[in-house]
């Protein structure tokens, strides 16, 4: 018992909106950003090392607002792993939190060792040491090894102590980039004939701009971390969003001021220049040196050097240390979840904080800072920051469509889709341009992510434990002999049930070797444990069994009782997971609020279903339908309105009306429509009458004409849903002014309905 407590025990909640900037702040602005300018500049010259970091922070701030919003509306610890839990389930979330770990614990890595070669270079230079190349490289790595050590004490002593250390070395390595930034844009107003140094802005092309803006992608990421404080973080939900936004901008400015600062450092006329171009000179000195040197020339060689020493210094210890925290909560949140063993998520009783995480997380960091180079660990970590970035744009896009209406959001992006399809499209071009920089880091994250795969198939997947946004399977039963065509059946209740039963019964008659699908989704209140979803099941069996007493004896008969936090997701998750060919639900025929069209289930049902669908309205009972209205104007779902007018008219006397409403434009051609579609129409071409009137309202003419008929089915609108609330449409008005039995139709487009099966 005590260990459960441990496992399952809260967070500390003690960071607020300024903690968590400066630790956004620390992890970007860490001393990878020194070792960029030299790598940058070697490869893309002056232009494209303006380019590299401006670019980038557009690019950043783009998956910023992927993660603000995605933040606000489940801030949770774990980050891109929760999203993609909610997103796309247990194993695009598994990966997304293995993902992250690495990436974190990668930068963390990279930081220690960058740390560790610039001070070593300073001592080196300052004390006159002479060390042999080997030597210095065990001294490098002992130093990162020793350094790491170090953050991982600071972070075990709990998110307090993390966020004051994080808010002290942010402070002083904001302090230096400033004072940089500005001497640069001293030394250009006083030498302005340096700008020159821009010249030739770009000598390599746009290819080696991409590869430069890869490798260094990783001193961009640090608005992640932030995403992993949401169990600690005050007010998450306003924050946390902010806390990103703010970061990024920051970052960005600064970064852009610095690399402006580098280029102008030294005057073409200077005499260690030798002859050569400036930004050549600086780049000859290599990763580490570029920018020392070029702090060197706004300075003064003694000062520039201490400068540089102690922005690094300042920079990577800020650095380290909130990589360090947000590997140690990706790494918690799948303990937390049992994808990994959930000792993995427990909480030191004294600490608060993951110690076996951060014990996990200590091994993660210490190799890779023993190993790698800077250049390999930075392009490593940048292509699994951009491998999960992706994931989580294509997150936020799927969440927003299909569970928009389930969350509450802090904080909503504009110009949604556009920014995060920019945002995709760029990490992708970023992604490519890594190969030729580094084509370890194409190696490495690959294989980081294939062992992700088969540690999930081979243990995580049976293991983790279902979370609120899951849909949870209460109850199934498989037809022994499943036919070729599939229909579900929504059942909520007995009394819906028996509503649907005859049309179903009659739909099936019409289909090849047709397979029903009973459906109940299970309403367990959010705040009632899914342990006593049993009590609230009773209805849905018993609308079940209603409706197999019907169907089963005649046609194969599935049954499912599922529950989801909302109906509509549960219905259409299942429609594709069965690839369900037609979706039969009921409507009670009001809206449940001013937001929707029809109701906070059929709307979505109508908008996001990958197959034909038909809403029934009052259509119980034993009646007849021998006259059937059906308003008509073109398109697929028409044609799916007669062909099930067709099915469900009368077969002895059964009539059916093609109605179409000429507003004085263009009239339409019913006997055309009529003709093209005649194979699809069960009745005699003699019982299918066309009729067109001329009107200005087009519902109150239909509401006319229904007066007369038993029915009325007529196709849904393909208008976008945002300009149907703004100004309604027909066929939702009279579907609900209409008190004639109803049956709205939705025909399933070939291409749209695959994009909305697998996509």
């Avoid at 260990?3 to 500390?12: A, M, R």
């Avoid at 970091?53 to 606000?72: P, R, Y």
């Avoid at 020339?297 to 909130?322: D, E, H, K, M």
């Amino acid at each position: 018992m005590a260990d459960s407590k441990q496992i399952t025990g809260e967070l500390s909640r003690d960071l607020g909106l300024f903690h968590i900037v400066m630790m956004g702040l620390g992890m970007m602005i860490g001393a990878g950003v020194f070792v960029g300018m030299g790598m940058s500049i070697q490869s893309v010259g002056p232009g494209g090392l303006m380019l590299t970091f401006a670019l980038n922070g557009m690019i950043a701030l783009f998956t910023a607002m992927s993660f603000a919003e995605l933040s606000s509306a489940i801030p949770r610890a774990g980050g891109a792993y929760n999203f993609a839990r909610v997103g796309f389930g247990r194993g695009a979330s598994f990966i997304a939190g293995w993902m992250e770990w690495f990436a974190s614990s990668l930068a963390g890595a990279f930081y220690a060792i960058i740390l560790a070669s610039f001070t070593l270079e300073y001592l080196t230079e300052l004390l006159g040491w002479d060390l042999a190349q080997t030597h210095k490289l065990v001294l490098i790595k002992l130093f990162a090894v020793s350094a790491a050590g170090v953050f991982i004490y600071t972070n075990y002593r709990g998110s307090a102590e993390t966020g004051k250390v994080g808010v002290i070395f942010t402070g002083g390595q904001m302090l230096f980039m400033a004072a940089i930034g500005v001497a640069g844009l001293i030394t250009a107003g006083i030498y302005p004939e340096r700008i020159a140094n821009f010249k030739p802005f770009m000598p390599n092309g746009w290819w080696k701009l991409l590869g430069s803006m890869g490798v260094i992608y990783v001193a961009f990421e640090g608005f992640e971390v932030i995403a992993q404080a949401g169990d600690e973080t005050i007010d998450p939900k306003r924050n946390i969003p902010k806390a990103m936004l703010y970061a990024v901008l920051i970052v960005t400015l600064t970064y852009v001021a610095v690399a402006f600062a580098t280029v102008v450092s030294v005057g073409a006329g200077s005499p260690a220049l030798g002859g050569m171009a400036p930004w050549k000179w600086i780049a000859m000195h290599k990763e580490i040196g570029a920018f020392r040197e070029a702090v060197k020339g706004l300075t003064s060689p003694g000062l520039g050097g201490l400068v540089v020493t102690l922005a690094v210094i300042f920079s990577a210890t800020s650095a380290l240390n909130a990589t360090i925290f947000s590997a140690t909560r990706a790494s918690y949140a799948l303990g937390r979840d049992r994808m990994l063993p959930a000792a993995v998520a427990r909480i030191s009783r004294r600490r608060r904080t993951p110690h076996v995480a951060l014990m996990l997380t200590a091994v993660m960091v210490l190799i890779p800072a023993a190993l790698l180079t800077p250049k390999h660990g930075a392009a490593t970590a940048s292509i699994m920051f951009l491998f999960l970035f992706f994931l989580v744009n294509v997150c936020v896009i799927k969440i927003r469509r299909n569970m928009g209406d389930e969350l509450e959001y802090g904080y909503v992006m504009p110009l949604f889709p556009l920014l995060p399809i920019l945002a995709i499209v760029s990490l992708a071009a970023v992604a490519g341009g890594i190969v030729r920089e580094s084509l370890v880091a194409w190696v490495i994250g690959p294989a980081w992510v294939i062992a992700g795969l088969v540690i999930y198939h081979t243990y995580s997947r049976r293991r983790a434990i279902t979370t609120p946004d899951e849909i949870q399977v209460l109850h199934e039963h498989r037809a022994e002999a499943p036919g070729r065509t599939r229909i579900m059946v929504a059942v909520a209740n007995p009394v819906n049930a028996l509503e649907m039963i005859r049309i179903t019964y009659r739909l099936c008659a019409a289909r090849d070797e047709p397979h029903v699908e009973l459906l109940h989704m299970v309403p367990v209140p959010e705040q009632v444990a899914l342990s006593d979803a049993e009590q609230y099941m009773l209805e849905g069996r018993e609308g079940i069994l209603e409706s197999m007493l019907y169907l089963a004896p005649q046609y194969p008969t599935s049954t499912h009782l599922r529950y989801c936090r909302s109906t509509a997701r549960g219905i259409i998750s299942a429609v594709r997971e069965k690839r369900i060919d037609t979706l039969i639900i009921g409507w009670h025929g009001r809206r449940s609020r001013p937001a929707f069209r029809l109701g906070s289930t059929v709307d979505p049902i109508i908008e996001r279903t990958p197959c034909n669908v038909l809403i029934l309205k009052d259509c119980g009972g034993n009646r007849v339908f021998k006259r059937i209205l059906v308003p008509v104007a073109g398109g697929p779902n028409g044609a799916l309105a007669l062909e099930v007018a067709s099915v469900l008219a009368d077969e002895e006397e059964g009539e059916i009306t093609a109605f179409a409403v000429n507003d004085g434009r263009k009239p339409f051609d019913i006997d055309a429509f009529l003709s093209l579609h005649e194979s699809r129409i069960h009745l005699a071409r003699g019982r299918v009458h066309a009729k067109q009137v001329t009107s200005r309202n087009g519902v109150e003419a239909i509401l006319a004409e229904a007066a007369d008929h038993d029915m009325v089915i007529l196709g849904c609108t393909r208008e976008p849903m945002i300009r149907q609330i703004a100004r309604g449409n027909v066929s939702d008005t009279v579907a609900r002014l209409c008190d004639k039995p109803l049956v709205m139709v939705k025909a399933s487009g070939r291409l749209r309905s695959w994009i909305k099966r697998w996509v």
